[in-house]
């Protein structure tokens, strides 16, 4: 990539608010890198056609298997995102590795038909400890006390009620 290539990359990544994480030898992230494929595929952001493929291919992957549920034929997806990916000339990170070799096997053993990562995901799992604490909130007394293991019932009760019947 010449010097005048990169500037413009930089230059568009800026303006479009996406920067590099300050560890792993400033790599994009998750949600830098769904930008930047979007990027790629809505305006023709400018990188090598390989790359452009590569990064398509992966987005069909998110689509299909990163959600709650599995949407289409991710086996396929993840299939022709590692060829995509081999064309691309890269080295292979963990994180292409753990897709490309991990997710079908992971799915398959661990999941019940038809649901997808982000039903697992530590995302989710964040996000559902954030909700509880909310309605912790309105039970939440000292471990000491004796109603503690009733009131932290009741708070389990009702976030379990509340996610029932919201589905």
């Given at each position: 990539?010449?010097?005048?290539?990169?500037?413009?990359?930089?230059?568009?990544?800026?303006?479009?608010?996406?920067?590099?994480?300050?560890?792993?030898?400033?790599?994009?992230?998750?949600?830098?890198?769904?930008?930047?494929?979007?990027?790629?595929?809505?305006?023709?952001?400018?990188?090598?056609?390989?790359?452009?493929?590569?990064?398509?291919?992966f987005s069909e992957v998110v689509?299909?298997?990163?959600?709650?549920?599995?949407?289409?034929?991710?086996?396929?997806?993840?299939?022709?995102?590692?060829?995509?990916?081999?064309?691309?000339?890269?080295?292979?990170?963990?994180?292409?590795?753990?897709?490309?070799?991990?997710?079908?096997?992971?799915?398959?053993?661990?999941?019940?038909?038809?649901?997808?990562?982000?039903?697992?995901?530590?995302?989710?799992?964040?996000?559902?400890?954030?909700?509880?604490?909310?309605?912790?909130?309105?039970?939440?007394?000292?471990?000491?006390?004796?109603?503690?293991?009733?009131?932290?019932?009741?708070a389990v009760k009702e976030i379990?009620?509340?996610?029932?019947?919201?589905?």
């Amino acid at each position: 990539m010449s010097e005048e290539e990169l500037v413009t990359h930089e230059l568009l990544l800026k303006h479009n608010n996406i920067s590099r994480s300050s560890y792993h030898g400033g790599a994009f992230e998750g949600n830098a890198m769904r930008k930047i494929t979007l990027m790629v595929e809505q305006i023709g952001f400018p990188i090598s056609n390989s790359s452009s493929i590569a990064l398509k291919r992966f987005s069909e992957v998110v689509r299909t298997c990163f959600g709650q549920k599995i949407q289409g034929d991710y086996k396929l997806a993840i299939f022709q995102f590692e060829e995509a990916f081999k064309l691309t000339g890269l080295n292979c990170s963990t994180k292409v590795h753990i897709v490309c070799r991990h997710v079908i096997p992971f799915i398959t053993k661990f999941l019940p038909v038809g649901m997808g990562l982000g039903a697992v995901s530590e995302q989710a799992a964040e996000s559902a400890h954030s909700r509880f604490i909310k309605v912790w909130r309105n039970y939440q007394c000292s471990e000491s006390l004796e109603n503690y293991g009733e009131n932290l019932l009741n708070a389990v009760k009702e976030i379990n009620f509340v996610n029932f019947i919201s589905t």
